[in-house]
């Protein structure tokens, strides 16, 4: 395969872990850099105008005032995706920092160096808003970008990009929940809510920002990150109730209730409506049974791992 821009680049997707919907209002979040890669590389044919590709690398050189090669490239995500259906772990944000990874790389630049790191967020995170037009919390751009665990702090003056890492990490499982989700269509909901009902949102929110704050204030403990996963998961699920979005599904609660069954709390990963749950346990023999009996239940667990490698540029292919 022919690299693009004389490099390959690839990036994980990311897993939600922690601070759903409160990081849009100032909470921290935890998010996990997930080992499922998109990889930028050359096109086969020419990728149609206006492409998330293109309108990226487009908008980096501008940012780096270069001259690159726009056209011409393209990016594999198809690991983000099972059946057809998208598995919810990020895609078009791990695109975009594979684009923009690349055009930093044609400047000289090292995208492995944490400072330009955190400017490469910066530039992310503004296409990304620009091409979805809509503001994110550039959580998932930061898990490709940054990799392993990331706690995302908005603050008044920047948004602080902090990797961390646990020193007794929890036993996670992750569940597929039989169905995708809609982002945009929950957040829909949820913002009519506070629209309709400014006091009632805000008295969520506030135990939501509350949650995450208590949690991610230094290296938490599993069994801290337990009760902050149970008290988050029913908050998200009274936000659901409340304002009409169904955040929490069906299949969710069927899944929380197994989880209590074995000694774990869960909650959904992300904005809810589908795609995972997770599922934290105390130790790795609860993890294991409770996963056994997923199958029974219709469920299946997917092995994700953390990827500690953030986005970097891979060997090109001479072949």
Known sequence: MTPCGNARVRAPGKLFLLGEYAVLEGAPALVMAADRYVELHAAEKQPESGDLVSFARRRTAQHLGIPVKIQGCTADSSSFSMDG??????????????????????????????????????????????????????????????????????????????????PDPPELSFVWTGRSASTAELLHHVRGFKERHP??????????IETAGSALNGSPDPATLAEMFRRYGALMERL?????????????????????????????????????????????KNREEFEKQLESHGFSAFPFQIAHHGVHSLKPDRS
Request: aromatic fraction near 6%; charged fraction near 25%; proline fraction near 2%.
């Open 85 to 166: 259906r998208k598995l919810g772990l990020g895609s078009s944000a791990a695109v975009t920092t594979v684009s923009v990874a690349s055009v930093f790389l044609e400047a000289g630049e090292d995208i492995e160096n944490s400072q330009l790191r955190q400017r490469m967020w910066r530039i992310a995170k503004e296409i990304h808003d620009s091409f979805q037009e809509a503001r994110g919390s550039g959580a998932d751009i930061a898990a490709s970008i940054f990799g392993g665990l990331v706690v995302v702090k908005p603050e008044e003056a920047e948004t602080r990009i902090q990797p961390v890492s646990l």
């Open 199 to 208: 006091r009632a949102y805000e008295k969520i929110l506030s135990a939501m």
């Open 240 to 284: 659901g109730r409340e304002s009409g979005a169904n955040i929490v599904t069906d299949e969710m609660t069927v899944l929380k209730g197994l989880a209590a069954r074995h000694g774990g709390s869960g909650k959904p990963s992300g904005a809810g409506g589908g795609d995972f749950y997770i599922a934290l346990f105390q130790n790795v």
